[in-house]
Structures are given as structure tokens and as C-alpha cells.
T-cell receptor, first 107, second 117 residues
Framework: KNEVEQSPQNLTAQEGEFITINCSYS?????LHWLQQHPGGGIVSLFM???GKKKHGRLIATINIQEKHSSLHITASHPRDSAVYIC?????????FGPGTRLSVLP | EPEVTQTPSHQVTQMGQEVILRCVPI?????FYWYRQILGQKVEFLVS????????KSEIFDDQFSVERPDGSNFTLKIRSTKLEDSAMYFC???????????????FGPGTRLLVL
């Protein structure tokens, strides 16, 4: 079974800071998803990656298939970025979710 | 912008009762999913559904659970005899894609919070 870990577990940043959230997994996958869960519980899909790098606005996601590692970067962070960021992988064991990283961006 | 909807937003039920959670996926999507999140824990995959049949399911999705697409627009999750530990937020999601089109972006509904007493 794929084990998905995220670091850090909690992160507090000042507005404007560059943020990195890491995800590692134990077994090869077909795709990796980054999700954002708002304080109210709603989930939004940010990225789906199978290789390389993707960028959307201030968000950048990278994946290293050989290292079994992905990172989510947020440039010029803003208080509205405060949420739980979840890494999820799909492969032979369906979807396996990481525990999430709780991000708080202070004004 | 099209979105996935779920009803009800909250449901309270007695242990042993049957519940049906409803989802309306985005209309041109072909893959459908149910997930659950027990309070304070991580999201867990339950089941995926394509072409009117289950394509994959987790070990959580036992005989107490079933899914159905009764009318071409709704996608339902039924729990036959609820247990206390079924209390969770249940999320429906859908994605585009033809057969074998895994790895597509998924669009999540707002969730149904189920409380079993």
C-alpha cells in the first residue's frame, strides 16, 4: 500500500512569503494531485501531475518521479491562501491521501 | 461554471438506519467518485464508478455500501445499516475522461456531513 507523507504538518507564514509544502510517497504512481481544503471543508483540486512542473497563477507544483517526491510552492502568499493542502496519489492502490499541511498566512 | 452538487448538506441518523447521499456530477463527466473524511482525519477513497459500474473500491467500501446512477444525472451512495463510525463528511467528485482516462482533474462537491447517533 502506498504511504503518503507531507511536511510540514503545520505552517505559519507572513503575507508575501514564499511557501513550500512537500509530499513523498512510497510506491510508483500514475498521477499525483494537490488539493486545497478550505476551513469550511470544501475541497478544490489545484493540480494533477504525472511528470515535470505545472504553474497556475501564484501556485507551482513539481514532481520528481524517480525520487517519489512532489512539492507545492506558493509565491507572494496571501491570507486567503490559508487552508489545508492535501497531496493525493493514484496508482495500483486507488487513491491514497496524505494527512495534509495546515497553512496559516498572517497579514 | 459547472459544479458538482450534493444533497443533503447535513444528515443526522440513528445507528442501524439506511441513508442515501446524493450527488449531481458535472454533466459531461464520465468518472465519479465517493470519498469520506472522518473529523480530524485525512480524506479516504471509497469508490470510483465508470460506465455504470464500480471500477475500483477501497477496503472501506464493504457490503454495507453501494453506489448507483439511477437516472443519468444523480450518483448516489447508500449505507445500508449505519454505524457510529460512519459519521464523517462524504465528498462526491467527478472527472472527464474516456475509458482508462485516469489521472484527470477531479471536481469535488461541497460534501454531506453525516452524523450517526
Amino acid at each position: 500500500k502506498n504511504e503518503v507523507e507531507q511536511s510540514p504538518q503545520n505552517l505559519t507564514a507572513q503575507e508575501g512569503e514564499f511557501i513550500t509544502i512537500n509530499c513523498s510517497y512510497s510506491v510508483g504512481i500514475s498521477a499525483l494531485h494537490w488539493l486545497q481544503q478550505h476551513p469550511g471543508g470544501g475541497i478544490v483540486s489545484l493540480f494533477m501531475l504525472s511528470s515535470g512542473k505545472k504553474k497556475h497563477g501564484r501556485l507551482i507544483a513539481t514532481i520528481n518521479i524517480q525520487e517519489k517526491h512532489s512539492s507545492l510552492h506558493i509565491t507572494a502568499s496571501h491570507p486567503r491562501d490559508s487552508a489545508v493542502y492535501i497531496c493525493a496519489v493514484e496508482g495500483g492502490q486507488n487513491f491514497v491521501f496524505g494527512p495534509g499541511t495546515r497553512l496559516s498566512v498572517l497579514p | 461554471e459547472p459544479e458538482v452538487t450534493q444533497t443533503p448538506s447535513h444528515q443526522v441518523t440513528q445507528m442501524g438506519q439506511e441513508v442515501i447521499l446524493r450527488c449531481v456530477p458535472i454533466s459531461n463527466h464520465l468518472y465519479f467518485y465517493w470519498y469520506r473524511q472522518i473529523l480530524g482525519q485525512k480524506v479516504e477513497f471509497l469508490v470510483s464508478f465508470y460506465n455504470n459500474e464500480i471500477s475500483e473500491k477501497s477496503e472501506i467500501f464493504d457490503d454495507q455500501f453501494s453506489v448507483e446512477r439511477p437516472d443519468g444525472s444523480n450518483f448516489t451512495l447508500k449505507i445500508r445499516s449505519t454505524k457510529l463510525e460512519d459519521s464523517a463528511m462524504y465528498f462526491c467528485a467527478s472527472s472527464e475522461g474516456a475509458a482508462g482516462g485516469r489521472g484527470e482533474t477531479q471536481y469535488f462537491g461541497p460534501g454531506t456531513r453525516l452524523l450517526v447517533l
